[in-house]
């Protein structure tokens, strides 16, 4: 037997493969981190792309919004260099809020903003958790071109200097994470985020996709519009290091960053499998079924026809959406799923059910997790003690003498079929 391990939660599950099948352990080559990943922070802020941070002037104020607890977003490292660089240039803590980008999730509590943030600054500092339903702290800007009605945080956009601070990766359908999402989705309201999402549909939103992205190309002229002028962004390797920072115009930031990442994320594959075992990459990734759907849109690459992936994901917060339950739990079928969900207004959190089942018409998924296995069966996922019962219940799905591909990051890998 070969023994394997793979991400879990903050832990490892470990299972054993017979020496003499096949195994294709996918993960892109290691990227190193930064030697000195505050110094790297330090580069780009003193070199932004674009133009500089103006000097603070009468009444002016800074609003930097950060990703909430389901980003592996290293605030610790980004954070102090940027509160460094705007007290040199005259904007002292009392000048500075935070606002957590919750965009649909719920608002985060006192102590998951301490968890977020560095401590100090968590408790001497302004800290908003945003609220998209939260109509009187929205303000109105009108439609895009894409007739995405304009909603975002009022106080994030009546402030002078506006930052997103986060990291660039690949995204399911918004092609790469990063830049203006962080203001656009996580600060906008929730008519905002149901319109702009409902452009998934399309299938140039695809992951890997950003320039001819319908729904990437949204976000970005909603971000103009809303007047974010600066993006710190961090590219990290699969042990969530620092390997490189952009600061400045965040299109550009963009567009240096998705070079990066994608030399850190992509990895050739010559073949499709019959069984690919996907790990969501553990920690806050796999927080709940919700987040974890992405590592499925990168395993469904690479699996056959009538294949099996199996996704493990811990998933300690559930499914994460009480409205991608409901309607899951409204359908028998992923046919009768796709067709229910085409009938009805687009709305984030049953569009989950769409990715799920647009998943499962051709292929089986078997999920390891802490979810309780009713649940998991009213979601259409076949449930499984731990990865050696996944294994042999993938197994009985598909011929003999199966190979096997392992993505132990699936999250942050794109498996390229050569």
Not at 112 to 118: D, M, T, V
Request: hydrophobic fraction near 40%.
């Amino acid at each position: 037997m070969t023994n394997f391990q793979v991400p879990y939660g903050t832990t490892q599950l470990s299972f054993d493969i017979p020496a003499d099948e096949r195994v294709d352990w996918i993960e892109p080559f290691f990227t190193p981190p930064s030697t000195d990943p505050f110094n790297e922070v330090k580069m780009a802020l003193d070199n932004p792309l674009g133009k500089q941070i103006p000097k603070k002037k009468m009444g002016a104020k800074v609003a930097i919004a950060v990703n909430d607890k389901t980003r592996p977003v290293p605030n610790n490292e980004l954070i102090p260099p940027l509160l460094v660089k705007l007290e040199t240039l005259g904007y002292l803590l009392e000048n500075i809020q935070f606002f957590i980008a919750t965009g649909t999730h719920l608002p985060l509590t006192q102590d998951e903003i301490s968890y977020l943030l560095p401590k100090e600054l968590a408790r001497n500092c302004a800290c908003a958790s945003h609220d998209c339903d939260d109509q009187e702290n929205l303000v109105n800007l009108g439609v895009s071109s894409r007739n995405t009605p304009i909603f975002v945080n009022k106080k994030y956009y009546e402030s002078d200097i506006k930052i997103v601070v986060g990291n660039i990766e690949p995204h399911h359908f918004a092609g790469f994470s990063g830049g203006y999402k962080t203001s656009v989705v996580g600060l906008g309201g929730r008519t905002t985020i149901n319109r702009n999402h409902s452009l998934l549909m399309d299938p140039r939103s695809t992951i890997g996709e950003f320039k001819n992205n319908p729904l990437r190309n949204d976000i970005d002229e909603i971000g103009e519009k809303i007047g974010t002028q600066y993006a710190l962004n961090a590219i990290l390797n699969t042990r969530r290091e620092i390997v490189k920072v952009s600061f400045g115009d965040p299109l550009k930031v963009m567009k240096s960053g998705i070079v990066e990442s994608s030399k850190v994320c992509m990895t050739p594959v010559k073949q499709k499998y019959p069984i690919v075992i996907a790990s969501v990459g553990g920690h806050p990734k796999d927080i709940n079924l919700y987040q974890s759907q992405k590592a499925l849109t990168h395993a469904s690459l690479i699996c056959q026809e009538n294949g099996v992936v199996i996704l493990v994901a811990r998933c300690p917060e559930g499914s994460g959406s009480k409205g991608f339950e409901d309607f899951m739990f409204s359908v028998d079928t992923p046919e009768k799923a796709l067709e229910q969900f085409r009938l009805r207004e687009f709305v984030v959190g049953p569009h989950k059910a769409f990715q799920f089942a647009r998943e499962l018409i051709r292929m089986k998924v078997v999920l390891v997790s802490g979810l309780d296995s009713e649940l998991v069966k009213k979601l259409m996922l076949i449930p499984a003690a731990n990865l050696q019962d996944a294994l042999s219940k993938a197994r009985n799905l598909v011929s003999p003498n199966p190979v096997f591909a392992i993505l132990s990051h699936a999250t942050n890998t794109i498996p390229q079929l050569a």
